[in-house]
């Protein structure tokens, strides 16, 4: 098979797209369908700076290599999320790509604050996933708004953003729905805009990307991420996408153009202000602080019962 830009011996193959690319021109491909989505959904320019959250897994840093690569002034942040060897990995690898290449990167031990994410998940007894989603969320909105980013990268790519459209459809989450979008504008002083720069390309696209570009990433799944839904849905649609390429990329694409915009959003009241920590927040403590609070109050007991 011959590269459909330059007719040299192709080595990627794209079946949703009927081309395939030598190494050369498919690294040239990938960058200009990350720059087409960032200039056509307005996600940022070329004088804001992007705070790229960056797990250390292929997507994240392929993103962080392409943003740099387009001129985009970037700052790394990392969220060292204390799960056992897999995060020691994560924040090696993070690390290592940050200072081979001279980038500015913010690391976040969340252990060094007591909030190692398997820790709290025991003793709140909520599922590690959750309060995983929780730190993150809360991390990225407070370390962007401190450092002034008017903007939050993350590497979720056209696979996650197609399992979780199945998910809020399977349940028609209408809420998720409206929100399900490339770019998210803030509710809040303290929130900033969210962007997917990757909601295009697909996860096989971007491990082909770091290959080509000799990233260094963690290959390894999360370990609490065995058995998740996602993953379920993750199977069914790459089931769906090898009997009918394209089913993913048609499946996000027609939904955002054709029946998100048929939703009428929610009149769901802004958020107001945590009383703990002054992010936003739908009651008086925001859902960190809540975790927060009880896994201190948690802590507390399991100390007090050792000492009596
Ligand atoms: P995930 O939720 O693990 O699929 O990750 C989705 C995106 O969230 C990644 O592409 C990153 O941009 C970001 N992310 C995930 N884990 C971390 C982390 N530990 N630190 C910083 N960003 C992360
Ligand atoms: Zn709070």
């Not at 696979?159 to 998720?176: C, I, P, S, T």
């Not at 609490?224 to 996000?252: C, H, I, W």
Request: aromatic share 8%; with cysteine.
């Amino acid at each position: 098979m011959k590269c459909t830009r330059c007719r040299a011996a192709a080595e990627v193959h794209l079946r949703q797209h009927n081309s395939a690319f030598c190494r050369t021109c498919f690294v040239f491909y990938f960058q200009r369908q990350v720059e087409r989505a960032i200039d056509k959904e307005r996600m940022f320019t070329r004088d804001e700076a992007v705070l790229v959250a960056v797990s250390g897994g292929k997507d994240s840093l392929a993103l962080w290599d392409v943003l740099i690569t387009l001129g985009h002034q970037t700052t790394g942040l990392h969220l060292s999320l204390g799960i056992g060897d897999y995060s020691d990995q994560s924040t090696a690898k993070t690390v290592a790509f940050a200072q081979a290449r001279g980038l500015p990167l913010i690391t976040v031990p969340l252990a060094d604050d007591g909030l190692a994410v398997p820790e709290i998940a025991r003793l709140t007894r909520r599922p590690a996933c959750s309060a995983c989603g929780t730190m993150k969320r809360h991390y990225f909105d407070r370390l962007a708004i401190d450092r002034g980013f008017p903007v939050v990268a993350t590497g979720h790519n056209l696979d996650d953003e197609a399992a979780r459209l199945l998910g809020n459809v399977l349940h028609w989450q209408m809420e998720h729905l409206t929100r399900q979008r490339p770019v998210l504008e803030p509710t809040h002083d303290r929130f900033v805009r969210k962007v997917k720069p990757l909601f295009r390309c697909s996860e096989y696209e971007a491990a082909v990307y770091a290959f080509f570009r000799g990233i260094d990433y963690i290959v390894d799944e999360c370990p609490n991420a065995a058995g998740a839904t996602q993953l379920l849905y993750k199977d069914m649609l790459n089931r769906l996408e090898a009997a009918s390429p394209g089913s993913k990329l048609t499946f996000v694409q027609e939904f955002l153009h054709k029946a998100q915009p048929a939703l009428t959003p929610a009149t769901v009241a802004p958020p107001q202000t945590c009383e703990r920590c002054g992010m936003p927040s739908y009651a008086a403590l925001c859902g960190f602080c809540r975790l927060v609070r009880e896994t201190d109050a948690k802590r507390e007991r399991r100390q007090a019962a050792g000492r009596a």
